[in-house]
């Protein structure tokens, strides 16, 4: 069965400062993929990322950057210079890469930014 | 971008009354639509997923006779909460994959059910 891990229930940091989000997945599957979504108050769904179990490059987007390390199952994410329009919800997800690709989501993050 | 909305965005309703929540996708089709729920301050958990014109598939512990999923064209998806009752109040959310970017899966803004 999947699962996917995020032990950080919440995290409280001042502006500017970098902030890393774990998480840690369990998967039987060879190929299988990797999302971090962000949930502001809102309530809707942000994509931010998909990774593909065969890619284990590093990405950075902006202030964003991710950090897919298979040898660990850990796929954890950096914000850089956090601003207070971070703070929301991340959640990590995984699903497999045929079949039905249903979603598995940790526990979620809860991220605040303070000024 | 693709699109997809829920409709409606929020609903109240009163113990015991039935209530449906529809997911469209506005500018792609979807064979697949999958309903999630999530209650507040936890993750989301998948409800079912909906193939079009084919009986949805539920997760173990969701009753499929109380939580009815349609899924009648390539874009559009229906959840009717039956008899509805305070617990399950939630946020619910639906995903809708596109056929073209197979493994693309797009979400809806969520609809927020209050049971009285």
């Known amino acids: 069965a999947q699962k996917v891990t995020q032990a950080q229930t919440e995290i409280s940091v001042v502006e500017k400062e970098d902030v890393t989000l774990d998480c840690v997945y369990e998967?039987?599957?060879?190929?299988?993929?990797l999302f971090w979504y962000k949930q502001p108050p809102s309530g809707e769904l942000v994509f931010l990322i998909r990774r593909n179990s065969f890619d284990e490059q590093n990405e950075i987007s902006g202030r964003y950057s991710w950090n897919f390390q298979k040898s660990t199952s850990s796929f954890n994410f950096t914000i850089t210079a956090s601003q207070v329009v971070d703070s929301a919800v991340y959640f990590c997800a995984l699903s497999e890469a045929v079949g039905a690709q249903k979603l598995v989501f940790g526990q979620g993050t809860r991220l605040t930014i303070n000024p | 971008g693709a699109v997809v909305s829920q409709h409606p965005s929020w609903v109240i309703c009163k113990s015991g009354t039935s209530v449906k929540i529809e997911c469209r996708s506005l500018?792609?089709?979807?064979?697949?639509m999958f309903w999630y729920r999530q209650f507040p301050k936890q993750s989301l958990m998948l409800m079912a997923t909906?193939?079009?014109?084919?009986?949805?598939?539920?997760e173990q512990g969701v009753e499929k006779d109380k939580f009815l999923i349609n899924h009648a064209s390539l874009t559009l998806s229906t959840l009717t909460v039956t008899s509805a009752h305070p617990e399950d109040s939630s946020f619910y959310i639906c995903?809708?994959?596109?056929?073209?970017?197979?493994?693309?899966?797009?979400f809806g803004p969520g609809t927020r059910l209050t049971v009285l």
């Open positions: 500018d792609f089709q979807a064979t697949t």
């Open positions: 998967t039987r599957d060879t190929t299988y993929y």
């Open positions: 995903s809708a994959r596109d056929t073209l970017f197979y493994n693309e899966q797009f």
């Open positions: 909906s193939n079009e014109g084919s009986k949805a598939t539920y």
